[in-house]
């Protein structure tokens, strides 16, 4: 730990334990909350310094613009190398030492190496580390994509600057990335997937010049085998002819843990191929593919001859198309977790990759039927989904019977000609307004009010039941049956506005008879307007 101290001429200075040695950094006449503040950097440079650790990315920041008194006293105390160190650090400099640094593999430093041959080929050799701006990684990567670089190259050598300069900024070369922020894009490229159909295969195998041959392409596309590097070490003792499975030895994934070595099926396919090379093989020969038994070989070209002598077109990916085929075949059966076990990845990266959306895949879900407009179902599914709308002018017309008020509410809208009329309140104070006649009643409702005529004086008066000298036909007490107009019956009971009424026959069952006095046809009581509404006695009146 760190703490601050005064002089006697009012300075203050930082004292500071590094290797069992008291240090002292006198930092004159600065004020409290900046001697504080480089107290904590100061602290951080110490801690990172004893347990061989890169500094963060702000402190590497805060040192980068500290000015030169400040940084030559931390570097006498051995917290920061010297400035002149770094100063003239190039970009090929930077990159031998990453090299050097790096334990992967050799066809993973050869790959990688393809990115950091364009960072010299932009930049040059000769440029200074710290020159190398964030406009300068923006435009590096924007020439990529205008050049038809593919764009998953683009990301994997964006990627690979990225981590070429993070290593020179725990190395304390620089202060900040200049391709943090720089957008790698996808490393994956559905353009160039294919699906490689059983028929292409056979017409391929039948190609091949020998066996061995034709075990490479079933290999790869009946195992997902990654070819070459897996191919390399494949022994018949990696065969296990009784279990039906075949011991893969990865070296792409043997630095992850539990991917280093992996089973895999041997199907019907493979096991065919396997015993006819296994027959054929010479006597004392330990490799499955002896022409790899020295190393891995490019057999893209003359793999490329094959297809075309089998009548087909090379595609794109030749090899990485064979193993993503098999491993579509096997997630149309297997769970994913098992697939990505025989295939030695995760999910994650099969499904990126390898997995596919096929033709068949949508013919199988629509049941391999052909469009709509070439088999007529089109027409027959839109009349079936889009059915005419009906005009707004139609009455929907009910079934049921006039078993409550209900449907007299809701038929009182047709007589358009009645809802400017102004109707008599009748509630619980019984005020008297000028009587129509019309006045509608509910059947059968204790506390109704008999019909008020104008020939009565305004007085309330019962109304007779409908009879059969009213209505000729009809029984005593009996309402209009159904299909009766409604001026007819309207006119039998003495309706004022018969001559400008026009209601539709009621159609239906007529409802039952109301108890007299209080009879009325359903007719006559449809003749309400809109603004009737139930009164809380349960009396229908006017607003």
Not at 291 to 309: E, V, W
Not at 310 to 330: K, V, Y
């Amino acid at each position: 730990m760190a703490s601050l101290a005064r002089d006697a001429n009012g300075g203050r200075r930082l004292l500071i334990v590094i290797d069992s040695a008291r240090k002292v950094i006198r930092l004159g006449a600065m004020p409290i909350k900046l001697a504080e503040s480089f107290r904590l950097r100061v602290e951080a440079l110490a801690a990172a310094r004893a347990a061989n650790l890169p500094i963060d990315a702000d402190t590497a920041g805060w040192l980068r613009h500290l000015p030169r008194e400040f940084y030559d006293k931390l570097g006498r105390i051995g917290l920061v190398q010297p400035r002149e160190a770094h100063a003239e650090v190039t970009l090929g400099e930077l990159i031998r030492r990453f090299d050097e640094a790096s334990t992967i593999r050799e066809s993973t430093r050869a790959a990688r190496k393809q990115g950091l041959d364009a960072l010299v080929r932009a930049f040059g050799e000769n440029r200074p580390v710290k020159a190398i701006t964030p406009l300068d990684a923006e435009r590096w990567r924007r020439d990529m994509a205008d050049g038809k670089l593919a764009t998953a190259t683009a990301a994997k050598r964006t990627l690979t600057a990225r981590s070429l300069f993070n290593r020179a900024i725990r190395w304390g070369i620089i202060g900040a990335n200049p391709f943090d922020g720089v957008r790698a894009g996808p490393q994956s490229n559905p353009d160039r997937a294919r699906y490689i159909r059983r028929a292409v295969i056979d017409d391929v195998l039948d190609a091949c010049p020998d066996s061995e041959w034709r075990l490479i392409v079933g290999l790869v596309r009946f195992a997902a085998l990654r070819c070459p590097s897996e191919l390399v070490g494949l022994t018949w003792a990696d065969v296990d002819w009784s279990r039906g499975r075949l011991t893969v030895r990865s070296p792409k994934t043997s630095g992850h843990a539990g991917h280093a070595v992996r089973a895999v099926p041997i199907v019907p396919e493979l096991r065919a191929l396997l015993l006819d090379s296994f027959e054929l093989a010479a006597p004392g020969v330990a490799n499955v593919v002896p022409r790899l038994a020295s190393g891995p070989k490019n057999l893209g070209t003359t793999f490329h001859k094959i297809i075309r002598r089998a009548g087909h077109e090379p595609w794109p990916r030749t090899f990485h198309n064979l193993r993503a085929s098999c491993l579509i075949d096997w997630a149309e059966k297997f769970p994913g977790h098992v697939v990505a076990k025989w295939a030695g990845h995760s999910p994650l990266i099969g499904a990126t990759h390898y997995l596919q959306a096929r033709d068949a895949h949508f013919e199988a879900a629509t049941g391999g039927a052909k469009s709509g407009a070439e088999s007529g179902a089109l027409v027959a599914q839109n009349a079936a989904q889009h059915p005419s709308a009906r005009l707004r002018t139609e009455v929907n017309e009910s079934t049921e019977t006039h078993e409550n008020m209900g449907f007299l509410h809701n038929r009182a809208e047709v007589c358009a000609d009645l809802q400017t009329d102004h109707w008599a309140r009748l509630d619980s104070n019984q005020r008297r307004r000028k009587p129509t006649g019309l006045q509608p009643v509910p059947f059968g409702h204790s506390g109704t009010r008999p019909l008020v005529s104008e020939q009565s004086g305004g007085e309330y008066q019962p109304r007779a039941p409908v009879t059969s000298a009213s209505r000729p036909g009809a029984a005593e007490g009996e309402r209009p049956a159904a299909g009766v107009t409604h001026r007819a019956a309207c006119g039998a009971l003495g309706c004022p506005r018969t001559s400008s009424c026009t209601m539709p026959p009621t159609g239906g069952a007529a409802p039952a008879a109301p108890a007299a006095p209080f009879a009325i046809c359903a007719p006559v009581a449809l003749c309400v307007p809109s603004t009737v509404r139930r009164s809380r006695f349960g009396t229908l009146i006017g607003r």
